[in-house]
């Protein structure tokens, strides 16, 4: 059964927002990745066993940044567009990474700030190499060719896909931000992948948003919002946080 009501267009700038026709048995929101391919399978086990019990439609929900500054992004990306384990499905929304590394992909010699950023991390895990001393921003004519040959079309459409929001009950899923009193159709690209999330801490209503984007030493829950990012990659830690439509109370999942 699928869950989503609807898919989103496959287009880099307009804002995605999905929502779930109900709430699954149970959602797994997951912190910021960043090529960390271990930690990842380590929490996949862990939530698996975690689910086990539960009947139902479940979901793993990764908040975004999968790519860039840890080692094994090819990997991962590899691992995300496999299947999900049994009685899953799996979701990845996008964050400020992905954006970089498409519009890097679209662009090499107009984006080369993504270098800096984790993405010569990144095209290592390709397997591409630069040429000489310059690094990548040196490479010049001979990049587009490179970016071409070693980076899958599959992987290209995969982070080309990727909504930027989940709406589920009272949860806002982004990576960075949402305006929590505004509906779906008014959210803007630039909020959900950039934040800061720190903007919804004057909202006052019933809605909750999940992020990552800003590194906390623990999961930091307030009134208004759940920060999940860890730092993987800088700290060899990762957090996921259990939502349960029959359970109202949090659980907080942890590797590393």
Not at 54 to 67: A, R, S, W
Not at 103 to 108: G, K, S, T, V
Not at 158 to 180: D, V
């Amino acid at each position: 059964m699928k869950l989503f009501r609807r898919r989103p267009k496959n287009i880099v700038d307009q804002a995605r927002v999905l929502s779930l026709a109900q709430f699954p048995t149970a959602i797994y929101a997951i912190g910021d990745l960043h090529g960390c391919l271990s930690l990842y399978d380590q929490m996949e086990e862990k939530i698996v066993r975690d689910s086990e019990g539960l009947e139902g439609q479940k979901l793993i929900l990764c908040l975004g940044d999968v790519v860039d500054r840890g080692p094994e992004t090819a990997n991962l990306v590899d691992r995300l567009i496999g299947p999900a384990p049994d009685g899953f499905q799996r979701l990845v929304l996008r964050g400020n990474h992905e954006e970089m590394m498409l519009r890097f992909l679209d662009a090499p010699s107009r984006n080369q700030n993504w270098l800096s950023f984790g993405g010569a991390e990144t095209l290592r895990s390709y397997g591409i190499s630069p040429e000489g001393e310059g690094g990548f921003e040196g490479d010049g004519f001979l990049l587009p060719p490179k970016l071409q040959l070693a980076i899958p079309e599959a992987h290209r459409k995969f982070l080309g896909g990727l909504p930027h929001a989940l709406a589920c009950g009272r949860f806002r899923f982004a990576h960075a931000g949402y305006e929590l009193e505004l509906p779906a159709k008014q959210q803007t690209c630039e909020r959900m992948i950039w934040g800061p999330p720190e903007r919804s801490d004057s909202y006052v209503g019933e809605n909750t948003l999940v992020h990552g984007h800003v590194i906390v030493p623990d999961v930091e829950v307030s009134r208004a919002r759940i920060n999940l990012d860890l730092g993987a990659y800088e700290t060899g830690r990762l957090a996921a946080m259990r939502f349960s439509r029959s359970d109202p109370e949090t659980k907080i999942l942890c590797v590393g």
